[in-house]
């Protein structure tokens, strides 16, 4: 569990909690607080990585996930538009960035501003096929993420496998995110404070994706 501070002295806090996210498994109305501090926390990486390509010269790998160009919609309110018309569970989009955490570190990519807008719909999409019981389909989650219902189904496939169908999360893994999302997208985080092989490509020392093969039918609750 994290820790705040309350009038100078540390208490335990409950990440779900502190996250706003709710356990029934379904889409609550009123954003909670996961919304802001996933933007925050994905606006950082993006500007940490683009320093780090440009002064290392390094050459970013492109997959389909990258536009031509940055879009217009900031990741916070192409975020709240998601959660706003996909009315997805609130837990999607914390395995949404585990999703999008792994498909990196498998791709050995970085996280940037031509391709984090592709890979917030997509992760989002495959999460709530996952994890909730009933939710839109293809066609309407292209809708809302402003792409064509044919390139939302190839970024699917694409994603889908890169990760090996392997869509499980155990719960220390969830809980770990939740905590990494309360810590590092609070507005007082140091933005240059060094995170632990976070969206910084290649593959994690202990990879907790190592599973068995999955079908590629992905339906199913992984918590």
């Given at each position: 569990m994290g820790t705040l501070k309350v009038k100078g002295k540390a208490v335990e806090s409950d990440p779900y909690i502190a996250l706003g996210l709710d356990d029934s498994g379904k889409w609550v109305p009123g954003a909670p607080r996961v919304l802001s501090l996933l933007s925050s926390v994905l606006e950082r990486?993006?500007?940490?990585?683009?320093?780090?390509?440009?002064?290392?010269?390094?050459?970013?790998?492109?997959?389909?996930?990258?536009?031509?160009?940055?879009?217009?919609?900031?990741?916070?309110?192409?975020?709240?538009?998601?959660?706003?018309?996909?009315?997805?569970?609130?837990?999607?989009?914390?395995v949404a960035l585990i999703y999008i955490?792994?498909?990196?570190?498998?791709?050995?990519?970085?996280?940037?501003?031509?391709?984090?807008?592709?890979?917030?719909?997509?992760?989002?999409?495959?999460?709530?096929?996952?994890?909730?019981?009933?939710?839109?389909?293809?066609?309407?989650?292209a809708k809302v993420g402003g792409v064509s219902t044919e390139e939302m189904n190839g970024l699917e496939m694409k994603f889908l496998f890169s990760l090996d169908f392997r869509l499980h999360v155990t719960t220390g893994v969830f809980k770990k995110y939740c905590l990494k999302i309360e810590r590092e997208g609070h507005v007082d985080y140091q933005t240059n404070q060094q995170i632990q092989g976070y969206w910084l490509g290649g593959r994690p020392k202990n990879d907790e994706t190592k599973r068995g093969p999955r079908t590629a039918c992905h339906r199913g609750r992984a918590l």
């Open positions: 990486s993006i500007q940490r990585n683009g320093k780090l390509l440009d002064g290392s010269k390094k050459k970013d790998v492109i997959t389909i996930f990258h536009g031509s160009k940055t879009p217009a919609l900031s990741i916070r309110r192409y975020t709240k538009r998601i959660f706003k018309y996909s009315k997805c569970s609130n837990s999607c989009f914390v955490d792994r498909f990196l570190q498998r791709m050995n990519a970085y996280l940037t501003s031509l391709n984090v807008h592709r890979l917030l719909i997509t992760s989002v999409m495959v999460a709530a096929k996952f994890m909730d019981d009933r939710c839109y389909n293809n066609a309407h989650y």
